[in-house]
C-alpha cells in the first residue's frame, strides 16, 4: 500500500484516507476530548484510539484563575490535529463567530459545526444550522457539519459544499447506537460526492463498525470512550472496530437469505 | 482623581479600565502576555480582532470583549 508521510508527522498515511477539506487523515476515527478522569487517561486513549484528529471547544479564558489549563498544550505538544467546534451555539450568529476565533487562536480552517435547537436532545437546529454552513464555507472553512438524520437536510448541507456531512447516531452522549440505520442508509445512497461521518450516540465497538459497514467514510465519537469503564481499552476497541467496518464494506457482505443455503456440497454425500 | 476611565465587559465581567486602552494592554491586566498567547483568540462587539490588531484596536465605552481558547469538547 503506497503510504505518504502525514502533515503532523504523526503517522503516515495510505493513500486512501479520509479527506477532510485539504487535508487528508489515515484513522477514520475522529475522537473527543471531553470528560476523561484525567489528562493522562485522555492522552493513553487517544493513542490507544489512533486517531490524528481531536474535537476541542472554544470557551472564554477564566480570568480569575490561571492554574488550572486545558487539554491544548498537550494536545498540540503530541501532534494532534485539533478540530475545533462550535458546542453551545445556538444561531448561526454565534457559530460563526466562534468558528471565526477557533480559526484565529488554532490556526486551521477546519471547523466541526454545531447548531443546536435545544438544550436537552441536543438535536440541531436545522434553520441555523443552514445558515451557518453556507457562511462558513463562504468564508472558506472546511465545514464538517453536525446534522441530524434527516436525508434532505444532510443533501442541503453537501450541496452547500460541507466538507463532510456528520448525521448523529443518536442524541450526543446517549451511547444509544445507530437507533435508524435505514436513514443513515438512505443518506449514504443519496450523497455519493461528500465524505460522511456518524457523529453522536455512538456506545460501544459494534456501533462504530456498523456506521462503517453501511460505507461511512468515518466515526466520531467521545463519551463512548470517555466514559467507558476503560477508556484506553475502549479506545482500542474503537480503532478495531473501524478498521473492522471499513474492510468488511470493501470485503462486500453476502446477501441476506430468507431459507438456508447449504455451504458444503451437495455431491459425493455418504450414503447418497 | 483618577483619569478618564471607560467601561468595558470582558467575558461578562463588566469593569472600568484606562480610556486608550488597547487589546494589548486589555491582555495584560488580565496577566496574559500577548507575545506569548499561542491558543488564544480575541473578539470585540462580536467581531474577531487579528493577532496583528492587538496592539493597534484601542477599546470605547460599553465594548465587548470575548477573550477565548481551546478547552475539552466532543
Redesign the interface.
Known amino acids: 500500500m503506497e503510504k505518504t508521510s502525514s502533515q503532523n508527522g504523526r503517522t503516515e498515511q495510505p493513500a486512501d484516507g479520509l479527506q477532510l477539506g485539504e487535508h487528508t487523515f489515515g484513522s477514520r476515527l475522529l475522537v473527543g476530548s471531553s470528560g476523561y478522569p484525567n489528562p493522562k487517561v485522555m492522552l493513553e486513549a487517544l493513542e490507544a484510539s489512533g486517531t490524528e484528529l481531536v474535537t476541542v471547544a472554544i470557551r472564554r479564558v477564566n480570568l480569575e484563575d490561571d492554574s488550572a489549563s486545558g487539554p491544548l498544550q498537550i494536545l498540540q505538544d503530541e501532534g494532534y490535529q485539533l478540530l475545533p467546534n462550535t458546542a453551545g451555539c445556538y444561531t448561526a450568529k454565534e457559530a460563526v463567530l466562534v468558528a471565526q476565533l477557533a480559526r484565529e487562536a488554532l490556526g486551521t480552517d477546519l471547523i466541526k459545526l454545531e447548531v443546536i435547537g435545544d438544550d436537552e436532545t441536543l438535536m440541531p437546529d436545522v434553520e441555523q444550522l443552514l445558515k451557518a454552513a453556507k457562511q462558513l464555507v463562504d468564508y472558506g472553512f472546511a465545514v464538517c457539519a453536525y446534522a441530524n438524520d434527516d436525508p434532505i437536510t444532510c443533501r442541503k448541507l453537501a450541496d452547500i459544499g460541507c466538507a463532510a456531512v456528520m448525521p448523529l447516531a443518536s442524541p450526543i452522549g446517549s451511547g444509544m447506537g445507530l437507533v435508524n440505520p435505514y436513514n443513515l442508509r438512505l443518506i449514504r445512497e443519496l450523497i455519493d460526492d461528500t465524505p460522511l461521518l456518524v457523529d453522536a450516540g455512538i456506545g460501544t465497538a459494534s456501533d462504530a463498525t456498523k456506521a462503517m459497514e453501511l460505507g461511512y467514510d468515518g466515526v466520531l465519537l467521545n463519551t463512548a470512550i470517555s466514559n467507558a469503564e476503560h477508556p484506553v481499552k475502549m479506545a482500542r476497541a474503537m480503532k478495531l472496530a473501524v478498521e473492522a467496518g471499513r474492510l468488511a464494506h470493501e470485503g462486500g457482505r453476502i446477501p441476506r437469505r430468507l431459507y438456508a443455503q447449504a455451504s458444503s456440497p451437495e455431491e459425493g454425500r455418504v450414503g447418497s | 482623581m483618577s483619569s478618564k476611565q471607560v467601561m468595558i465587559t470582558?467575558?461578562?465581567?463588566p469593569k472600568r479600565y484606562e480610556s486608550g486602552i488597547t487589546v494589548n494592554e486589555l491582555l495584560k491586566e488580565?496577566?496574559?502576555d500577548p507575545d506569548d498567547a499561542g491558543?488564544?483568540?480575541?473578539?470585540v462587539d462580536?467581531e474577531?480582532v487579528?493577532?496583528s490588531k492587538w496592539g493597534d484596536i484601542t477599546l470605547s465605552e460599553e465594548a465587548t470583549v470575548?477573550?477565548?481558547?481551546?478547552?475539552?469538547?466532543?
Not at chain 2, 470582558?10 to 465581567?13: A, E, F, I, M
Not at chain 2, 470575548?66 to 466532543?74: D, F, H, P, V
Request: aromatic share 0%.
Open positions: 470582558v467575558n461578562g465581567t488580565h496577566d496574559i491558543g488564544i483568540a480575541v473578539a462580536d474577531v487579528p493577532r470575548e477573550i477565548i481558547t481551546a478547552t475539552q469538547g466532543g
